[in-house]
């Protein structure tokens, strides 16, 4: 390793942002606001790490993050969970702030995560706005389940509290639209994806805002990110089952749901999934490889520019 070469890992918070250095050991801190965003850059710059890695931390890194990839630096956003084991497969099992930046500093050392594209400013708008309609069907779903338990008084201010969430559903719902009218960009993959069986507005919003590699990455990248890909659990003479693991979970949530819909109408993908299980593969199995196969052609048509229709997605 040349000795000028560091790796450095952000610890993210709601309040902070931990800065460590690999192999230095150096630590600072900085508020998690436009001020200390801006004096970890210029830290950053003086440095000019080999790769940076931060957690996806549920929004609290969008931020840094785009001040970062604005500043031209090489960052990888990594799962937190490949972190911990990380941790724990090199024996840091202690935590503070300090120990985490650093050890996300070994990580991007070790591991030397792929840095991916970042959001382009409309992506970004599109994942708050999804984000946010999610958020109020969300609270929707759990006022209407207290609505059935509620004594008459409550029921008043319950469905007062629907009737304002649909309002607002309603509303974000047109903005989505709009900006989705806006750019010929936004209008072609919304054509493009809504061509295919099973997918509806809710599935094709939730590709757009949460899964934008689609269409640049090959079919084993694509599954992988979205947690479709199946891994070996062998051991010695054991042969395990292949299992999916993690991947981003609102993806994988909405192609489940369209793959549902796929497998019920006469397509590509019901007759994919009737071939499973006529071989006697479980259900699950089927349906699992079913959203795969959705996954893969959509990734496909993205990549080529072509709808559903076309003979090579028959």
């Not at 390793?1 to 230095?24: R, T």
């Not at 935590?95 to 959001?119: M, N, S, W, Y």
């Not at 759990?142 to 969430?165: D, F, N, T, Y």
Request: charged letters at 25%.
């Amino acid at each position: 390793m040349n000795k000028e070469e560091f790796f450095a890992g952000i610890d993210v918070s709601k309040s902070h942002l931990d800065l460590g250095l690999n192999p230095s050991g150096q630590f600072e801190r900085f508020h998690n606001d436009e001020t200390g965003v801006a004096g970890l850059v210029a830290s950053l710059e003086r440095v000019r790490p080999a790769l940076i890695v931060v957690e996806a931390t549920g929004g609290l890194e969008m931020l840094v993050v785009a001040a970062l990839r604005v500043a031209g630096l090489p960052i990888a956003v990594v799962n937190a969970r490949q972190v911990r084991d990380f941790a724990k497969a090199t024996g840091r099992l202690a935590k503070t702030d300090k120990l985490d930046a650093l050890v996300l500093a070994h990580f991007a050392q070790a591991v030397r995560p792929a840095i991916r594209e970042g959001r382009t400013d409309a992506e970004q708008e599109l994942v708050e706005q999804v984000a946010r309609r999610r958020q109020l069907v969300d609270m929707r779903a759990q006022e209407k389940a207290r609505l059935s338990m509620a004594g008459a008084r409550q029921k008043v201010s319950i469905k007062e509290h629907i009737a304002w969430l649909d309002e607002r559903i309603s509303d974000l719902d047109d903005d989505l639209k709009a900006t989705l009218k806006a750019s010929d960009i936004w209008k072609e993959r919304v054509d493009l994806l809504q061509s295919a069986p099973g997918v509806g507005p809710v599935t094709m919003l939730t590709l757009l805002s949460y899964l934008p590699e689609l269409g640049r990455l090959n079919r084993r990248e694509i599954a992988a990110l979205a947690g479709l890909a199946p891994f070996n659990r062998d051991s010695g003479f054991q042969r395990g089952y292949r299992m999916i693991w993690g991947g981003r979970a609102e993806v994988r949530s909405v192609l489940y749901m369209a793959t549902l819909s796929a497998v019920r109408g006469n397509n590509a993908i019901a007759s994919f999934h009737k071939r499973l299980v006529e071989k006697g593969k479980p259900a699950k199995v089927a349906l699992t490889a079913s959203m795969r196969k959705l996954l893969t052609i959509l990734n496909s048509m993205m990549k080529q520019n072509k709808h559903w229709s076309c003979p090579q997605n028959a």
